[in-house]
């Protein structure tokens, strides 16, 4: 079975550009979620989304926003990007959608502005 | 509200243990527990939902005590493989978003 797949594996921006990132589950999994990892912070929650639908959402202003597709894929974007939205960004997927089950995560798409 | 990971990082030898704990200030319904080597995704270790109970396979274990809001992770007769920062991350109810801690980098010396 196939894991979670992030793409692309890194990315370069500059100030003000807008981003998007891919991910996309296991298969037969609904539950998608986003991570940011910083150095020091630990992983901090973006949102959830379970059959296209947005189920959490972090404290993140609104330059990030996140959608999921009918095949359970999801992407988020970041606009009016800033130096301190450089870091490494995960999403990981579950099956049935509790958040009391086992999280799978990719490997992360590490973004680096400029 | 995120969780409070201690100690922040720890060095031991092949073979010693360790002990990460994990506290909140809120209630909790669940505790889970992941690690991530450097360059890689974390990789889940286990999850505990309130109720005390102790779970663990192979050298590692945990324990959550729900009253007191906290969980530790145990690891004995540590290997060099258990190297690596192990997050925690917390639920208040079965519905909630799971809320990572900082982390605990742990590094083990031949």
């Known amino acids: 079975k196939a894991g979670v797949t992030q793409t692309p594996r890194y990315l370069i921006k500059t100030r003000g550009q807008q981003v998007t990132l891919s991910c996309s589950p296991i298969s037969g999994h609904r539950s998608v979620s986003w991570y940011q990892q910083t150095p020091g912070q630990g992983l901090q929650f973006l949102f959830e989304y379970f059959s296209e639908t947005q189920r959490n959402k972090g404290n993140f202003p609104g330059r990030f926003s996140g959608r999921q597709f009918s095949n359970s894929r999801s992407e988020m974007n970041v606009s009016t990007l800033e130096l301190g939205d450089s870091a490494l960004y995960l999403c990981?997927?579950?099956?049935?959608?509790?958040?009391?089950?086992?999280?799978?995560f990719g490997s992360g798409t590490q973004l680096s502005v400029l | 509200q995120q969780p409070v990971q201690s100690p922040q990082a720890v060095i031991l030898r092949e073979g010693e243990d360790a002990v990460i704990n994990c506290s909140s200030s809120?209630?909790?319904?669940?505790v889970h527990w992941y690690r991530q080597k450097h360059g890689e995704a974390p990789v889940f270790l286990m999850i505990?939902?309130?109720?005390?109970e102790q779970k663990g396979h192979d050298k590692i274990s945990a324990s959550f005590n729900e009253k007191k809001q906290q969980s530790s992770l145990y690891l004995t007769a540590s290997q060099l493989s258990y190297s690596g920062t192990y997050f925690c991350g917390t639920g208040q109810n079965r519905d909630d978003k799971i809320i990572f801690g900082k982390g605990t980098r742990l590094h083990i010396l031949p």
């Open positions: 505990l939902l309130k109720g005390g």
């Open positions: 990981a997927s579950s099956g049935r959608g509790s958040f009391n089950e086992k999280l799978f």
């Open positions: 809120k209630a909790l319904y669940s």
